[in-house]
Protein backbone atom coordinates (compact mmCIF):
# COMPACT_ATOMS: atom_id res chain seq x y z
CA UNK A 1 0.00 0.00 0.00
CA UNK A 2 2.41 2.10 0.62
CA UNK A 3 4.50 1.49 -2.47
CA UNK A 4 0.81 3.15 -4.38
CA UNK A 5 0.79 5.74 -2.58
CA UNK A 6 4.28 6.84 -3.34
CA UNK A 7 3.84 5.65 -6.89
CA UNK A 8 0.93 8.29 -6.75
CA UNK A 9 2.99 11.17 -5.28
CA UNK A 10 5.42 10.72 -7.77
CA UNK A 11 3.00 10.84 -10.78
CA UNK A 12 1.28 13.69 -9.53
CA UNK A 13 4.87 15.58 -8.80
CA UNK A 14 6.50 14.77 -12.33
CA UNK A 15 2.98 15.86 -13.90
CA UNK A 16 3.10 19.61 -12.80
CA UNK A 17 7.17 19.79 -12.75
CA UNK A 18 7.44 17.55 -16.11
CA UNK A 19 7.06 19.37 -19.42
CA UNK A 20 4.32 17.47 -20.91
CA UNK A 21 5.28 15.86 -24.58
CA UNK A 22 3.42 17.93 -27.63
CA UNK A 23 0.81 16.19 -29.23
CA UNK A 24 1.27 15.61 -33.42
CA UNK A 25 -0.58 18.88 -34.09
CA UNK A 26 1.89 20.91 -31.86
CA UNK A 27 5.02 19.06 -33.52
CA UNK A 28 3.42 19.57 -37.02
CA UNK A 29 2.67 23.63 -36.24
CA UNK A 30 6.69 24.04 -35.13
CA UNK A 31 7.68 22.55 -38.09
CA UNK A 32 5.73 24.80 -40.54
CA UNK A 33 6.82 27.81 -38.09
CA UNK A 34 10.47 26.56 -38.27
CA UNK A 35 10.17 26.09 -42.60
CA UNK A 36 8.30 29.36 -43.39
CA UNK A 37 11.36 31.08 -41.20
CA UNK A 38 13.47 29.17 -43.32
CA UNK A 39 11.57 30.46 -46.29
CA UNK A 40 11.80 34.59 -45.09
CA UNK A 41 15.62 34.42 -44.43
CA UNK A 42 16.11 32.70 -48.34
CA UNK A 43 13.87 35.87 -49.74
CA UNK A 44 15.28 38.18 -47.83
CA UNK A 45 18.92 37.12 -49.06
CA UNK A 46 17.30 36.79 -52.62
CA UNK A 47 16.27 40.04 -52.49
CA UNK A 48 19.69 41.40 -50.96
CA UNK A 49 21.35 40.41 -53.94
CA UNK A 50 20.88 42.25 -57.02
CA UNK A 51 22.10 40.11 -60.12
CA UNK A 52 21.69 36.35 -59.82
CA UNK A 53 24.78 34.42 -60.55
CA UNK A 54 25.74 34.12 -63.78
CA UNK A 55 25.99 30.08 -63.60
CA UNK A 56 22.53 29.32 -62.74
CA UNK A 57 20.46 28.23 -66.07
CA UNK A 58 17.61 29.86 -66.65
CA UNK A 59 14.92 27.14 -66.97
CA UNK A 60 12.49 26.99 -69.97
CA UNK A 61 9.52 24.87 -69.85
CA UNK A 62 9.76 22.26 -71.94
CA UNK A 63 7.14 21.73 -75.23
CA UNK A 64 5.96 17.90 -75.85
CA UNK A 65 6.52 16.99 -79.26
CA UNK A 66 3.43 15.24 -80.95
CA UNK A 67 4.32 12.15 -82.12
CA UNK A 68 4.39 12.20 -86.10
CA UNK A 69 1.16 10.55 -87.83
CA UNK A 70 0.90 9.08 -90.98
CA UNK A 71 -0.87 10.95 -93.33
CA UNK A 72 -4.12 9.19 -94.60
CA UNK A 73 -5.35 9.48 -98.10
CA UNK A 74 -8.47 7.46 -100.05
CA UNK A 75 -7.92 5.55 -103.69
CA UNK A 76 -10.01 3.97 -105.46
CA UNK A 77 -13.91 5.07 -106.42
CA UNK A 78 -16.82 2.63 -105.57
CA UNK A 79 -18.48 0.18 -107.21
CA UNK A 80 -14.52 -0.69 -107.61
CA UNK A 81 -12.31 -1.48 -104.40
CA UNK A 82 -11.57 1.66 -101.87
CA UNK A 83 -8.20 1.55 -100.33
CA UNK A 84 -7.27 3.25 -97.05
CA UNK A 85 -3.85 4.27 -97.31
CA UNK A 86 -1.30 5.56 -95.02
CA UNK A 87 2.05 7.33 -95.67
CA UNK A 88 5.05 8.38 -93.19
CA UNK A 89 8.18 9.95 -94.14
CA UNK A 90 10.09 6.39 -92.13
CA UNK A 91 8.40 2.77 -92.17
CA UNK A 92 6.18 2.01 -89.40
CA UNK A 93 3.94 -0.86 -88.82
CA UNK A 94 0.54 -1.31 -88.53
CA UNK A 95 -1.72 -4.16 -86.69
CA UNK A 96 -5.01 -3.56 -86.71
CA UNK A 97 -8.02 -1.17 -87.98
CA UNK A 98 -10.86 -1.07 -86.37
CA UNK A 99 -14.38 0.63 -88.01
CA UNK A 100 -15.48 2.86 -85.03
CA UNK A 101 -19.19 4.20 -84.79
CA UNK A 102 -19.95 8.03 -84.55
CA UNK A 103 -20.41 7.40 -80.66
CA UNK A 104 -16.88 6.03 -80.58
CA UNK A 105 -17.63 2.35 -80.34
CA UNK A 106 -15.46 0.11 -81.90
CA UNK A 107 -18.16 -1.89 -84.29
CA UNK A 108 -15.49 -4.74 -86.02
CA UNK A 109 -11.92 -5.11 -86.03
CA UNK A 110 -9.31 -6.21 -88.97
CA UNK A 111 -6.14 -7.39 -87.58
CA UNK A 112 -3.57 -6.16 -90.23
CA UNK A 113 -0.07 -6.73 -90.17
CA UNK A 114 1.70 -4.72 -92.60
CA UNK A 115 4.99 -2.43 -92.42
CA UNK A 116 6.69 0.14 -94.64
CA UNK A 117 6.65 3.94 -95.39
CA UNK A 118 2.79 3.38 -97.78
CA UNK A 119 0.43 0.77 -96.82
CA UNK A 120 -2.62 0.14 -98.33
CA UNK A 121 -5.09 -1.57 -96.54
CA UNK A 122 -8.28 -2.15 -98.59
CA UNK A 123 -11.45 -0.95 -97.12
CA UNK A 124 -13.89 -3.91 -96.17
CA UNK A 125 -17.15 -3.34 -98.17
CA UNK A 126 -19.42 -5.89 -95.53
CA UNK A 127 -17.50 -4.11 -92.12
CA UNK A 128 -18.49 -0.90 -93.36
CA UNK A 129 -22.30 -2.34 -93.95
CA UNK A 130 -22.18 -3.16 -90.34
CA UNK A 131 -21.38 0.49 -89.46
CA UNK A 132 -23.76 1.64 -91.73
CA UNK A 133 -26.58 -0.16 -90.49
CA UNK A 134 -25.93 0.87 -86.42
CA UNK A 135 -27.73 3.69 -87.35
CA UNK A 136 -31.61 4.06 -89.69
CA UNK A 137 -30.40 6.27 -92.43
CA UNK A 138 -33.55 7.73 -93.62
CA UNK A 139 -33.11 9.35 -97.79
CA UNK A 140 -29.16 7.92 -97.45
CA UNK A 141 -28.26 10.45 -95.16
CA UNK A 142 -24.24 9.84 -94.89
CA UNK A 143 -23.12 8.50 -91.73
CA UNK A 144 -19.89 9.44 -90.05
CA UNK A 145 -17.43 6.96 -88.60
CA UNK A 146 -13.47 6.71 -88.25
CA UNK A 147 -11.10 4.56 -88.89
CA UNK A 148 -8.70 3.75 -85.66
CA UNK A 149 -5.34 2.41 -87.45
CA UNK A 150 -3.06 0.53 -84.23
CA UNK A 151 0.66 1.45 -85.30
CA UNK A 152 3.84 1.31 -84.05
CA UNK A 153 6.27 4.73 -85.51
CA UNK A 154 9.98 4.86 -84.14
CA UNK A 155 9.04 1.64 -81.72
CA UNK A 156 6.24 4.01 -79.97
CA UNK A 157 2.76 1.80 -80.01
CA UNK A 158 -0.02 4.56 -80.81
CA UNK A 159 -2.69 4.80 -82.64
CA UNK A 160 -4.27 6.98 -85.74
CA UNK A 161 -7.88 8.04 -85.61
CA UNK A 162 -8.99 8.61 -89.39
CA UNK A 163 -12.62 10.07 -89.46
CA UNK A 164 -14.51 9.38 -92.94
CA UNK A 165 -18.05 9.23 -93.83
CA UNK A 166 -20.38 6.61 -95.17
CA UNK A 167 -22.88 7.62 -97.77
CA UNK A 168 -25.08 5.19 -99.69
CA UNK A 169 -25.20 5.74 -103.62
CA UNK A 170 -26.30 3.23 -106.70
CA UNK A 171 -25.57 2.74 -109.92
CA UNK A 172 -26.73 0.86 -113.04
CA UNK A 173 -25.30 -1.69 -114.39
CA UNK A 174 -26.69 -3.02 -117.80
CA UNK A 175 -30.54 -3.86 -116.03
CA UNK A 176 -29.27 -3.73 -112.85
CA UNK A 177 -29.08 -1.26 -110.30
CA UNK A 178 -26.40 -1.91 -107.94
CA UNK A 179 -26.50 -0.08 -104.53
CA UNK A 180 -23.08 0.46 -103.00
CA UNK A 181 -21.57 2.45 -99.97
CA UNK A 182 -19.22 5.21 -100.80
CA UNK A 183 -16.43 6.27 -98.28
CA UNK A 184 -14.54 9.45 -97.87
CA UNK A 185 -11.90 10.52 -95.49
CA UNK A 186 -13.14 14.39 -93.56
CA UNK A 187 -10.92 16.71 -92.65
Same mark, same amino acid.
Given at each position: ???????????? &?????? +????????????????????????????????????? $?????????????? +????????????? &???????????????? &????????????????????????????? $????? &????????????????????????? !???? $???????????????? !?????? !????
Amino acid at each position: MLGAIAGAALGN &YLQKHW +PPEPDENELLLRRLAKLEAEIEELEFQRRERKDPPAS $VPTIEPIQPQARPQ +PFSELRGKPPEQQ &YLVLSADRDFRLSRVD &YVSDLGTTVISEDIEKSGCRIEVPINEKK $VSRVW &YLRQNVNATPTQFQFRCHLSLDGVE !TQSV $VPAVIQQKSMWIGPAR !TIFRQV !TLTP
